[in-house]
């Protein structure tokens, strides 16, 4: 919990530095475009990021079944709303999978069942981003959409490369029993040279039965190749929707027609794959410099600002904020009580 309010006091600080630096010179022509919006386009861009929760709860929930037959996806629904709040307040969004495997438990899916519905889950978004942001590096170079920022260039082509890793990093412990044991024996044997007292042998066979168990169930999903696909096509229709919603908060404030739906998209992708790797919760900083490096190539001045307050307010901040709430007055003040008494760290 101190690490939560530490982080989001941090969240707040940043915030407010940006917000500063923003509005600093033009707060009343920004602050007059935000106020006067069209509600209706705002309506539709609310829309399109719950398209997004929908589709990526949709993955999630297929994961799930292959394990708890009985899970209701209202339940998945709740899970996905605090888990907007978890990751918004953790650097990288670490906070989100820890939390989904302990309410999964409370519904009798195992720890290690539990594990592998967060990766796989992970692995199947992985897919789908990595195949995205190919296409996106494709369209740029036919048609040059960024050719002004070439630094902005090179800091996704190094996103793309760490996600493009991760991907593999996610195969090899899902799906390669060996890997799994030399990675823990490495660290059972790194962390018996400080401990004198650890029992080596006792750890490893206990840590191999584990890895067996989680290889095992790991092939569960693989072997269902229907739903494997499903939660790749939930998940790429779930970014989708995510990155079209400036397009939609662009006609909100009366500038449409200066986007179009696909340069639209490929700076959606740039700009995730930028924000993946800013260890600061809600990649707070590096997602607002991302979005006004990018859609700077067709959108400039006062209304370029107005469009990325309302981007991040309706993508990031109220999501935060309803998770926020669900967190401390509804079901999850079971979690809370959990990570007060250090069963979730």
């Keep these: 919990m101190k ?38 386009w705002l309506l539709v861009a609310m829309l399109f990021f719950f398209l997004y929760y929908l589709f990526d709860q949709m993955s999630l929930f297929t994961m799930t079944k292959q394990y708890c037959k009985d899970i209701e996806f209202k339940y998945i629904l709740y899970l996905g709303v605090i888990t907007k709040f978890f990751n918004g307040v953790t650097p990288l969004a670490s906070g989100g999978q820890p939390m989904q495997v302990y309410e999964l438990h409370k519904k009798g899916v195992s720890v290690s069942n539990g594990t592998n519905i967060v990766i796989q889950n992970y692995i199947v978004f992985q ?58 024996r490495f660290f059972i044997n790194l962390i018996a ?11 490893i066979e206990k840590w191999d039965k584990y890895c067996d168990d989680y290889y095992d169930n790991a092939k569960v999903l693989l072997n269902k190749k229907k739903e494997f696909i499903s939660c790749i096509i939930y998940q790429t229709l779930s970014l ?12 909100a404030i009366g500038i449409g027609s200066s986007l179009n739906m696909i340069n639209t998209l490929v700076a959606g992708e740039y700009i995730y794959i930028m924000g993946c790797y800013v260890p600061i919760p809600g990649a707070t900083g590096g997602m607002e410099l991302g979005f006004m490096g990018f859609f700077g190539n067709f959108i400039s001045g006062p209304i370029l600002s107005s469009l990325m307050v309302l981007w ?17 007055i509804g079901p999850g003040k079971e979690v809370k009580e959990a990570m007060i008494n250090g069963e979730i760290k």
């Design 312 to 328: 991040r307010f309706l993508t990031y901040y109220l999501p935060t904020i309803i998770g926020a709430i669900v967190f401390n």
């Design 3 to 40: 690490n939560i309010k530490r982080n989001s006091i941090i969240v707040l600080i940043i915030t407010v530095g940006i917000l500063y630096y923003i509005l600093k010179d033009n707060y009343k022509e920004i602050i007059s475009t935000v106020s006067t919006a069209n509600p209706w």
């Design 193 to 203: 040279k400080f401990n004198k007292k650890l029992n080596k042998e006792k750890q």
């Design 240 to 251: 989708l929707a995510y990155f079209a919603i400036p397009y939609y908060v662009a006609y």
């Design 127 to 184: 897919i789908a981003f990595v195949f995205l942001g190919v296409v996106a590096f494709i369209i740029n170079h036919a048609l040059g959409l960024f050719q002004s920022v070439p630094l902005l260039r090179e800091l996704t082509i190094v996103g793309f490369v760490i996600n493009g890793l991760l991907l593999l990093i996610l195969f090899m412990v899902s799906f390669s029993k060996n890997f799994n044991r030399s990675i823990v």
